[in-house]
T-cell receptor, first 113, second 113 residues
């Protein structure tokens, strides 16, 4: 039982390059989330998917796109990376029902030069 | 102004001391209150949660909610070096989609032997 997995663990991009962050969960949860974590800012929600086939914007969606490929997988894409997107990205899978416990992946550390 | 405020620390205490952490919030609709623990270079993990007001105890950890003051606390008794981590508070209104929480920025705790 791996929980939530994320790939890659580290990535360095040049401004303007694109990349996709992958996330998968094996807990059969309906909801999945993408956050970014920056010093002093805490976790900020980028996009979420309440169920397979649906996605919605969170607090900071600009510059990102997502795909809920199936119930297990939720990917985050940066089409044209900018230095402001340097951050640690966490994917989370959410247990159905209150209180909505979130299970986080190990994170992807992204640096955009 | 952020909806959830949390002192970033670092908070340094000697082993065996009581650690006191707190968050303030502005949204009176928040009903679910969680504390997550995040070790360095890892994803957050749920420590404990409370619903509405009151106290909850789990081993060495006690969570308190004071909705009248919009203030929540986490106490760690008999602190251990293994408690060294960043502690994030999170909260949600009951009417939100499950799992849509507002996170504090996190308080770094260092327990010295």
């Amino acid at each position: 039982n791996a929980g939530v997995t994320q790939t890659p663990k580290f990535q360095v991009l040049k401004t303007g390059q694109s990349m996709t962050l992958q996330c998968a969960q094996d807990m059969n949860h309906n909801s999945m989330y993408w956050y970014r974590q920056d010093p002093g800012m805490g976790l900020r929600l980028i996009y979420y998917s309440a169920s397979e086939g649906t996605t919605d914007k969170g607090e900071v969606p600009n510059g990102y796109n997502v795909s809920r490929l199936n119930k297990r997988e939720f990917s985050l894409r940066l089409e044209s990376a900018a230095p402001s997107q340097t951050s640690v990205y966490f994917c989370a899978s959410v247990r159905t029902g209150p209180p909505g416990e979130q299970f986080f992946g190990p994170g992807t550390r992204l640096t955009v030069l | 102004q952020k909806e959830v405020e949390q002192d970033p620390g670092p908070l340094s205490v000697p082993e065996g001391a009581i650690v006191s952490l707190n968050c303030t919030y502005s949204n009176s609709a928040f009903q679910y209150f969680m504390w997550y623990r995040q070790y360095s270079r890892k994803g957050p993990e749920l420590l404990m949660y409370t619903y509405s007001s009151g106290n909850k105890e789990d081993g060495r950890f006690t969570a308190q909610v004071d909705k009248s003051s919009k203030y929540i606390s986490l106490f760690i008794r008999d602190s251990q070096p293994s408690d060294s981590a960043t502690y994030l508070c999170a909260m949600s209104a009951a009417t939100d989609s499950w799992g849509k929480f507002q996170f504090g920025a996190g308080t770094q705790v260092v327990v010295t032997p």
